[in-house]
């Protein structure tokens, strides 16, 4: 037996807890103000659950009539909140997980916006699926 052993249940314990909570944060961003649901959950849940998001409301955006240009507009809104947020006073740690946020969400925003100059209409164009997506 090795040393490693012993600690192999523990690590399926929490690696088990640890998706328990993600999947509790998926939902929870759909349900709350995304300024807040920031606040409230880890790092790097925040980073991998909003690029989530992200893939799922662009699969709803690319086949609507428009939607894309809409979804622009949602983007800046959601970066314009998350600047805000960051000129005011944060803890270091929320602070950093904002500053990869934004870089994030303006890469995110700035594919939609080619994606939409393109005209792109369908999930299944090369264009879409060449994009790094997240599911859940």
Known sequence: MSSVSPYCPCCQIHIGKCLTQLRRQVH???KNERVQWVRDWPGQVVLAVSSAYWTSEMEEAIPRQGGLAAYVE???QQIRDIVEMV???LPKALRTT???LTTIDV???DVVVDLEKEGLSS???FSWIAQLRYYW
């Open 74 to 76: 949602q983007s800046n």
């Open 28 to 30: 929870g961003y759909a």
């Open 98 to 100: 904002l500053g990869a």
């Open 87 to 89: 000129r005011g006073k």
């Open 123 to 125: 999930v299944e164009a």
């Open 107 to 109: 890469h995110a925003r």
